[in-house]
């Protein structure tokens, strides 16, 4: 399950078979903002390095709130991939 706007081909996929998205809609600028930052950011909690809420503290003690890369606009998304890298 999906939620989809037509008109400007955005989307956001949604929990296991539920209508629960998983963040925010995102069109193909911003969803590509948002693949190559868990590129960057997935690494580090998939390779037991730490925890998943370990590295988002990480990102959260750096940006000063909650962030969730599948929530994040361009701008967001950028920073956290400058500071990744």
Same mark, same amino acid.
């Given at each position: 399950?999906?939620?989809? =706007?037509?008109? =400007?081909?955005?989307?956001?996929? =949604?929990?296991?078979?539920?209508? @629960? %998205?998983?963040? @925010?809609?995102?069109? %193909?600028?911003?969803?590509?903002?948002?693949?190559?930052?868990? #590129? +960057?950011? &997935? %690494?580090?909690?998939? !390779?037991?390095?730490?925890? #998943?809420? &370990?590295?988002?503290?990480?990102?959260?003690?750096?940006?000063?709130?909650?962030?969730? +890369?599948? !929530? !994040?606009?361009?701008? #967001?998304?950028?920073?956290?991939?400058?500071?990744?890298?």
């Amino acid at each position: 399950m999906v939620w989809f =706007c037509k008109p =400007c081909y955005a989307y956001i996929a =949604c929990r296991n078979n539920t209508k @629960t %998205p998983l963040g @925010t809609m995102a069109g %193909p600028e911003l969803r590509n903002l948002r693949y190559k930052a868990h #590129q +960057i950011f &997935d %690494p580090l909690w998939n !390779s037991g390095q730490m925890t #998943q809420v &370990d590295a988002y503290a990480i990102l959260e003690r750096e940006f000063g709130a909650e962030i969730r +890369i599948e !929530s !994040s606009n361009a701008e #967001q998304c950028k920073k956290i991939i400058e500071f990744l890298t």
